[in-house]
């Protein structure tokens, strides 16, 4: 613990007291260097993360590059570009994390020294002069001589009034440095501690964005190891016709390749003679093609036609110059000399170029003899798929459709491609990482382009979508005259405007303004009733203004509002609560969850989306039934097969042996998917199913299947069980029926 000094000491103004004061002021000035040390070497480290920051946006952007060698493969690309758009997110963590290092260490410590250290040197200075004039007061009366009282008296009087003034000082002095000193520990330990809490939050960050990438990383494995394969086979392709090339071509002798699956009738190189009078003979590459003789001079040079057409020319060999291997064309304009390697690549041109000619003369003839007529339609019909312009993928296309999430929802700017599944809105690749910052339980991200997504989460997006949330979350926001970012504000602009927006919810109309336990009690029924009727927008406007999702409502019997959302029938009000926290295994007071009312009103959909979430189907209410017994009693037969299903599915997964680790059963998985999609796309199929019933029974079904579905009647009522129990035993109806058991 560090010694403070004594304020007693100091009037007394000892030689211990002296050397204390001493000490206190070597340590003030040793810790002031040991700061600037500490602000220098974090500096630098700042400046040298951001020369690091800079570098790696340029790898990054040659890695980006690396994507054109993989254009044919889309999976490839899929996943090269998740990685690109992962790294650029570390890159932002990086600049935040070096952000508040500079905060932590250079700003606390510059507040520091500003505040305390100018005003403590100045003191200093003070005490010194007035520690210097009480010495030459003492020496002074010390000096006077008892035969000369007025100026002896004149000398205590001054020795008196320049202690005094010394004590104050000094005083003032040591509560200076003893404040300095209390006051520095607090300081630098809340600099260290804001900068380890910065490496806290960037690793957190790093986590979470690796863990989002692992499926990827497995996906590229297999791609990896499927091109490990292909790369090998296609090397000894390669190694086999190479050898098979140079055994039978490799002669060393020259090469004229016809063509006949081609337009080219021959090709090769030949030596042709110039026209001017240094007749220098260069070498070129000669081809025919459409009845022309053609040759390009370099592969760097465009082909030039050395004949347009070879029915007006002829063709002989050349003897009367001393160069070997020569043949010559000769049409009306022109002539010219050309030069083989050997006597038989020669003939074999001069034999080429003849058979063009009668080739060309032939074509011209049959040319001339009429031909059937094409239809126009057969020549103007054209798929009209292969002209239409590329689709945008699935999941983007359904939720740009939503209100207002063509732009996103926090800065604007156009083309999201990241949406929140919790919120239901769309952002921009910058604004979605300042999301992921805030956490899961506020945000959670994904891509629009790259994750895939359910059906019922993309419906959330069209019928919540940006414009409905801004409404909710932005609802004050004119009314405070605070400014919404645009897509070109800076980074730490828009990071304030989305904390003040979803963490603070500044601007939530009626946020946490309910103040007595009658006004919460209120305000918790609303999401329950908004639930029970699949208010979606209501649902998010609860949950904004500070709602607990997990509540319980007391009016109604301690349900939740993913109870109620059960009750009401609503998919997309229970994914929604699922989505944003909601408990999927909480009950009532009578012992029942979410599963046991999805049961006992017979939504399918609901019981499959509440089995996916891993609501406990085992869990018993205060009469002893699971949502099994209950689905029996009230003869739902599809959700009495899925619950069977998934029970035996978890029996089966939990056992030891074979079946224990292969996961799932695939009939499991194939039902459920079927049970799922019906419940998102065609819900009239999944209508309550129940087992046949005599007339009367009938009539009651159909009695109680007309009336509205309100769960404020329902504790009013006698249990519908208790009526079902007064009715014969539907166990003994039932074997008289045919077939149902089977159901």
Known sequence: ???????????????????????????????????????????????????????????LVGLTEFSMYHKRGSIITS???????????????????????????????????????????????????????????????????????????????????????????????????????????????????????AQYTFFHQGFDLLRDLDPTMKTMATQLALLSTECTAKRKDLENTHLLVQQRDASGEPVVSSCPDDEDIIQGYLFKRSRRKSKTWKRGWFFIKDNQLIYRKSHKV??????????????????????????????????????????????????????????AYRIKVESQQPEPKESPQAVRSVDPQLVQPAARPAALGVALQGPGNQRCCDCGEEEPRWASVNLGITMCIECSGIHRSLGVHLSKVRSLTLDSWDAEQ????????????????????????????????????????????????????????????SDKEKAGGQLYQAALHGDLVSMATALARGEEVNAPNLNEQGRTALIGAAIGGSLLACEFLLLNGANVNLRDQRGQGALHAAATWGHTGQVCILLKKGANQYAADERGQDPLAIAVETAHADIVTLLRMARMNEEMRDCEGFYGSMGDDQTFQDIFRDF????????????????????????????????????????????????????????????????????
């Open 458 to 517: 993309l419906k959330l997006l069209c019928v919540l979508g940006n414009d409905v949330m801004n409404g909710i979350y932005e609802a004050t926001c004119s009314e405070e005259g605070h400014g919404k970012p645009s897509a070109d504000s800076p980074r730490p602009q828009k990071e304030t405007w989305i904390k003040e927006k979803y963490v603070e919810k500044r601007f939530v109309k009626g946020a946490n303004s309910s103040t007595n336990d």
């Open 302 to 359: 465009e082909p030039l036609v050395l004949f347009d057409d070879l029915r007006l020319c002829a063709v002989k060999t050349l003897d009367s110059i001393d160069r070997r291997f020569c043949f010559e064309l000769v049409s009306v304009q022109k002539c010219c000399a050309l030069q083989a390697d050997s006597e038989e690549l020669k003939q074999v041109w001069i034999s080429a170029v003849q058979g063009s000619i009668d080739m």
């Open 676 to 743: 799922s999609d019906m419940a998102s796309h065609d819900p009239e199929k999944l209508t309550r199913r129940q087992f046949s019933r005599s007339g009367d029974e009938e009539g009651a079904a159909n009695s109680m299947a007309s009336r509205p579905r309100e769960e404020n009647s329902m504790a009013s009522r006698p249990r519908e069980e208790n009526s079902m129990a007064s009715r014969p035993r539907e166990e003994n109806s039932m074997a008289s029926r045919p077939r149902e058991e089977n159901t």
């Open 79 to 197: 996943c090269m570009n998740q990685f690109t758009q992962g790294l650029q997110e570390m890159i932002n963590f990086h600049t935040m994390l070096f952000d508040q290092t500079q905060r932590a260490i250079t700003q606390q410590f510059t507040n520091l020294f500003t505040q305390f250290l100018p005003q403590l040197g100045e003191t200093r200075r003070e005490f010194v002069r007035i520690r210097e004039d009480l010495e030459n007061a003492a020496l002074k009366n010390s000096q006077m001589s008892r035969h000369k009282a007025p100026e002896a008296e004149r000398a205590s009087h001054l020795l008196l009034a320049t202690r005094k003034c010394y004590q104050h000082f000094a005083l003032d002095y040591c509560l200076q440095l003893n404040n300095f000193k209390n006051q520095r520990k607090i300081d630098i330990l809340n600099s260290v501690f804001s900068y380890f809490h």
């Open 1 to 59: 613990m560090d010694s403070f000094l004594d304020f007693e000491e100091c009037i007394k103004d000892s030689p211990a007291f002296r050397l204390t004061l001493e000490q206190s002021e070597s340590e003030v000035a040793l810790l002031e260097g040991q700061v600037e040390k500490v602000m220098k070497l974090c500096g630098k480290m700042v400046e040298s993360g951001q020369a690091y920051n800079a570098a790696n946006k340029l790898f």
